[in-house]
Nanobody
């Protein structure tokens, strides 16, 4: 069973930055980040392919987020800058074990999920 473990969440003031990490127990071809605010659906944030050459971001974070990965460590990162109160959510790491030409953005396209890490942005 593949395990994904997120870390790096916390409380930050608006305008600040955080780097989230997700360590996978084995190599996954596509890694993604989602987030879920209280009372809302889980939304796509970003995804990256195996080589790191293909990345995709939700419009809500484009220009403020950078997804990257270190395959030697089976780890994916999400750097979030200029954080806003509306970024407050539980952030989930997700993994897709299958190679795909297009980066998936829907929950049901991912095979494995982490337990989530809370990010709270104060105004």
């Amino acid at each position: 069973q593949v395990q994904l473990v997120e870390s790096g969440g916390g409380l930050v003031q608006a305008g600040g930055s955080l780097r989230l990490s997700c360590a996978a127990s084995e190599r996954m071809y596509i890694m993604g980040w989602f987030r879920q605010a209280p009372g809302k659906a889980r939304d796509f944030v970003a995804a990256i392919n195996w080589s790191g050459g293909n990345k995709y971001y939700a419009d809500s974070v484009k220009g403020r987020a950078t997804i990257s990965r270190d395959n030697a460590k089976n780890t994916v990162y999400l750097q979030m800058n200029n954080l806003k109160p509306e970024d407050t959510a539980v952030y989930y790491c997700a993994a897709d074990q299958f190679i795909s030409a297009n980066l998936p953005t829907r929950e049901n396209e991912y095979d494995y999920w982490g337990q989530g890490t809370q990010v709270t942005v104060s105004s």
